[in-house]
């Protein structure tokens, strides 16, 4: 009897991660055995054929959301500076398999079900169960993996709530995830006249506009006790205090010089830990960092149009903050500095806005009590009418596959119900975040407040009067029992590397705003860490190890409180010193602007770090190994 097939790596999703982590590996061994599994039935995860639908765009503009390997050209239909339609970053993908001939590799309407560590005496392997359908049947099977890659991503799992007697609502009610599948059928049964969409997330936009452009009418409910809206900025705005540099969202995030002015626990990491200090530590950097992101915030507020009384419903409620060494601002200085990537862009045509000033889009801030026939019941307001709810509410962060045996769970680092640690390692953590948490305060006070909320956030009744960042509304986490990701880099679990196991690797469990090159670096850094090429980079120590990944999740809890930070490094104006640490370990040059000459210093620090600027970052990587081995 034949036994289970065997890959020297496994990838699982056919997504951006995916389909990078095969090409890196193929790269740099033409010779290794890959199979991608995807449940979908098209290349490119949430972007693949079936999850795309009409006026769907993505939050970036070509040459920001490519690989820097394989520009955007005119071909895909986008415009220099446009926001790329769904669409066509799918077709973008497909194009991107084809050339590095990944498509033969992936395995389709395939699912991962469960990975089992096989024991010791088989070091490294995984046993992988997996369920493919094919026209309308089921199929069970067995694969083994030397090296398992996870590219699933954070947004792979939709989060379904609950209603109070949803069967009594005699209408459709879905995720928005499924709107690429269903719109067609959803917007054109006649009897569906009023659609309700809950969430205003950047999922929660999208649905609006898209019921409203199929000509619905659309009653959207923000859940008081939910997190509120998101910030959703406009394609362009002010670069803090100069007020007449004008530039795209992704760009600003991208300059070293707005980095500094974002704590970040590896202060000196990209060599300007001088700059850093200087403007949060000293009394006058303060004064600036202050100016700063008042002036963003205060030019946000108002390109987002929210001081309009019939938009300003949509402004994001956690206002109120104490930052810099313990002074209480105004509301001027509050949101965007917290809330990490739980943001949107604006590239609605036509106007969403106008769609709410014009009554066909009405906003609705209150808890859902119940559904009745064709009705929503509000806790503070009347009932609604709708014929149909689309529940835009998010993903759970929680890796779709079940990861056997439970027990290791917590050395590897997933997001997991406390009953799967057992009591030492909870122990372990506890003591673990205390340490962090301690590093954290002297180095950044301003960013520490009541800890016990990022533990238990429904047991947070009050805010203390040295607090210095806002009071979150309560259940602001969908996922409230689940433990936060704890991966070393934000990559590797952190038992394992600890062992010296060097078979399981994550990508995508981060988020950024320019997604794209953190994730080229961190796959180059994924695969010289999966092939034993990043050893003198990786603390000896097991306890410096799970110290350093504590650090990296409580600051992203902190730094991003009404974003997802509790759960994932969730970090927007830190991307770029983030993204220097992989560049640091793998021991290729950080500067991507030249060197040596005084005013490469001042384009490193001040310009605008794209795309081109990571082009052939692993040939010089494999340069530097190159050297390396003829130096031994």
Request: proline share 5%; with cysteine.
């Given at each position: 009897?034949?036994?289970?097939?065997?890959?020297?790596?496994?990838i699982?999703?056919?997504?951006?991660?995916?389909?990078?982590?095969?090409?890196?590996?193929?790269?740099?061994?033409?010779?290794?055995s890959?199979?991608?599994?995807?449940?979908?039935s098209?290349i490119?995860?949430?972007?693949?054929?079936e999850?795309?639908?009409?006026g769907?765009?993505t939050?970036n503009v070509?040459?920001?959301?490519?690989?820097?390997d394989?520009p955007?050209?005119?071909e895909?239909?986008v415009g220099?500076?446009?926001?790329?339609?769904?669409?066509?970053l799918?077709e973008?993908?497909?194009?991107?398999?084809?050339?590095?001939?990944?498509?033969k590799r992936i395995?389709?309407?395939?699912?991962?079900?469960s990975?089992?560590?096989l024991r010791?005496?088989?070091?490294?392997?995984?046993r992988?169960?997996?369920?493919?359908?094919?026209?309308?049947?089921q199929?069970?099977?067995?694969?083994?993996?030397?090296?398992l890659v996870i590219?699933t991503g954070?947004?792979?799992?939709?989060?379904?709530?609950?209603f109070?007697?949803?069967?009594g609502f005699?209408?459709?009610?879905?995720?928005?995830?499924?709107?690429g599948?269903?719109?067609?059928r959803l917007?054109?049964?006649?009897?569906?006249?009023?659609v309700?969409?809950?969430?205003?997330?950047?999922?929660?936009?999208?649905?609006?506009?898209?019921a409203?452009?199929e000509?619905?009418?659309?009653?959207?409910?923000?859940?008081?006790?939910?997190?509120?809206?998101?910030?959703?900025?406009?394609h362009?705005?002010?670069?803090?205090l100069?007020?007449?540099?004008?530039?795209?969202?992704?760009?600003?995030?991208?300059?070293?010089?707005?980095?500094?002015?974002?704590?970040?626990?590896?202060?000196?990491?990209?060599g300007?830990?001088?700059?850093?200090?200087?403007?949060?530590?000293?009394?006058i950097?303060?004064?600036?960092?202050?100016k700063?992101?008042?002036?963003?915030?205060?030019?946000t507020?108002?390109?987002?149009?929210?001081?309009?009384?019939?938009?300003?419903?949509?402004e994001?409620?956690?206002k109120?903050?104490?930052?810099?060494?313990?002074?209480?601002?105004?509301?001027?200085?509050?949101?965007?500095?917290?809330?990490g990537?739980?943001t949107?862009?604006?590239?609605?045509?036509?106007?969403?806005?106008?769609?709410?000033?014009?009554?066909?889009?009405?906003?609705h801030?209150?808890?859902?009590?119940?559904?009745?026939?064709?009705?929503?019941?509000?806790?503070?307001?009347?009932?609604?009418?709708?014929?149909?709810?689309?529940a835009?509410?998010?993903?759970?962060?929680?890796?779709?596959?079940n990861?056997?045996?439970q027990?290791?769970?917590?050395?590897?680092?997933i997001?997991?119900t406390?009953?799967c640690?057992?009591?030492?390692q909870?122990?372990?953590?506890?003591?673990?975040y205390?340490?962090?948490?301690?590093?954290?305060?002297?180095q950044?006070?301003?960013?520490?407040?009541?800890?016990?909320?990022?533990?238990?956030?429904?047991?947070?009744?009050s805010?203390?009067?040295?607090?210095?960042?806002?009071?979150?509304?309560?259940?602001?986490?969908?996922?409230?029992n689940l433990?936060?990701?704890?991966?070393?880099?934000?990559?590797?679990?952190?038992g394992?590397?600890?062992?010296?196991?060097?078979?399981?690797?994550?990508?995508?469990?981060?988020?950024?705003v320019?997604n794209?090159?953190?994730?080229?670096?961190s796959?180059?850094?994924?695969?010289?860490?999966?092939?034993?090429q990043?050893?003198?980079?990786?603390p000896?120590?097991a306890?410096?190890?799970?110290?350093?990944t504590?650090?990296?999740?409580?600051?992203?809890?902190?730094?991003s409180?009404?974003g997802?930070?509790?759960l994932f490094?969730?970090?927007?104006f830190?991307?770029?010193?983030?993204c220097?640490?992989?560049?640091?370990d793998?021991?290729?040059n950080i500067?991507?602007?030249?060197?040596?000459?005084?005013?490469?210093?001042?384009?490193?620090?001040?310009?605008?770090?794209?795309?081109?600027?990571?082009?052939?970052v692993?040939?010089?990587?494999?340069?530097?190994?190159?050297?390396?081995?003829?130096s031994?």
């Amino acid at each position: 009897m034949e036994g289970p097939a065997f890959f020297d790596l496994v990838i699982v999703g056919a997504g951006f991660s995916g389909l990078y982590a095969a090409k890196t590996f193929l790269e740099n061994d033409p010779d290794v055995s890959i199979r991608i599994f995807d449940p979908g039935s098209t290349i490119g995860g949430v972007w693949s054929e079936e999850n795309v639908y009409p006026g769907l765009h993505t939050n970036n503009v070509r040459g920001h959301v490519d690989f820097s390997d394989f520009p955007m050209t005119d071909e895909f239909g986008v415009g220099k500076g446009d926001h790329v339609p769904g669409a066509a970053l799918h077709e973008y993908l497909k194009a991107y398999a084809k050339k590095w001939d990944l498509t033969k590799r992936i395995s389709f309407r395939s699912k991962i079900t469960s990975a089992e560590k096989l024991r010791k005496e088989q070091y490294g392997f995984w046993r992988l169960n997996i369920e493919r359908r094919d026209t309308g049947r089921q199929f069970l099977s067995t694969v083994q993996a030397r090296k398992l890659v996870i590219a699933t991503g954070l947004n792979s799992q939709p989060h379904r709530p609950s209603f109070k007697n949803a069967e009594g609502f005699n209408g459709p009610i879905m995720h928005s995830a499924e709107l690429g599948q269903e719109h067609s059928r959803l917007f054109n049964d006649p009897s569906i006249e009023t659609v309700a969409v809950i969430g205003a997330g950047k999922s929660g936009y999208d649905a609006v506009h898209l019921a409203a452009c199929e000509g619905k009418e659309v009653e959207w409910i923000i859940r008081s006790s939910g997190r509120g809206p998101v910030w959703v900025f406009p394609h362009a705005t002010n670069l803090g205090l100069i007020k007449t540099a004008r530039e795209i969202s992704q760009t600003l995030v991208r300059r070293r010089i707005v980095s500094c002015f974002s704590p970040f626990p590896w202060a000196d990491i990209d060599g300007f830990g001088w700059m850093r200090n200087f403007l949060l530590r000293s009394r006058i950097g303060q004064f600036i960092t202050k100016k700063f992101w008042q002036s963003l915030h205060l030019t946000t507020l108002k390109e987002c149009q929210y001081e309009e009384d019939s938009l300003r419903k949509l402004e994001p409620e956690q206002k109120y903050v104490h930052i810099l060494g313990g002074h209480r601002f105004s509301n001027s200085m509050s949101s965007p500095f917290w809330y990490g990537t739980a943001t949107g862009v604006y590239s609605y045509q036509p106007d969403l806005y106008d769609f709410i000033r014009t009554g066909k889009v009405r906003i609705h801030r209150s808890d859902i009590s119940y559904l009745d026939d064709r009705a929503i019941h509000l806790s503070t307001e009347a009932p609604i009418r709708a014929s149909a709810i689309i529940a835009a509410t998010g993903y759970s962060p929680a890796t779709p596959i079940n990861f056997l045996p439970q027990g290791l769970h917590s050395d590897l680092g997933i997001p997991t119900t406390s009953s799967c640690y057992t009591p030492s390692q909870s122990r372990q953590w506890t003591s673990r975040y205390v340490s962090a948490d301690k590093s954290i305060a002297a180095q950044y006070p301003y960013l520490t407040y009541d800890a016990h909320f990022l533990h238990e956030p429904t047991r947070r009744t009050s805010i203390p009067t040295d607090a210095l960042i806002p009071t979150p509304s309560q259940n602001l986490d969908l996922e409230q029992n689940l433990t936060p990701w704890h991966l070393y880099r934000g990559v590797a679990s952190p038992g394992l590397t600890a062992s010296g196991d060097r078979s399981l690797a994550f990508l995508g469990m981060a988020s950024n705003v320019a997604n794209t090159y953190r994730l080229e670096l961190s796959t180059l850094w994924a695969y010289a860490y999966l092939t034993e090429q990043l050893e003198d980079s990786i603390p000896s120590s097991a306890e410096k190890i799970f110290e350093d990944t504590a650090l990296l999740s409580r600051f992203a809890a902190y730094r991003s409180p009404f974003g997802h930070g509790r759960l994932f490094p969730d970090l927007t104006f830190d991307q770029l010193p983030f993204c220097d640490m992989y560049l640091r370990d793998l021991g290729v040059n950080i500067w991507r602007k030249g060197s040596g000459r005084w005013w490469c210093v001042l384009w490193e620090m001040f310009g605008v770090l794209g795309q081109k600027d990571y082009v052939g970052v692993g040939e010089e990587w494999r340069e530097m190994r190159r050297r390396k081995a003829k130096s031994e």
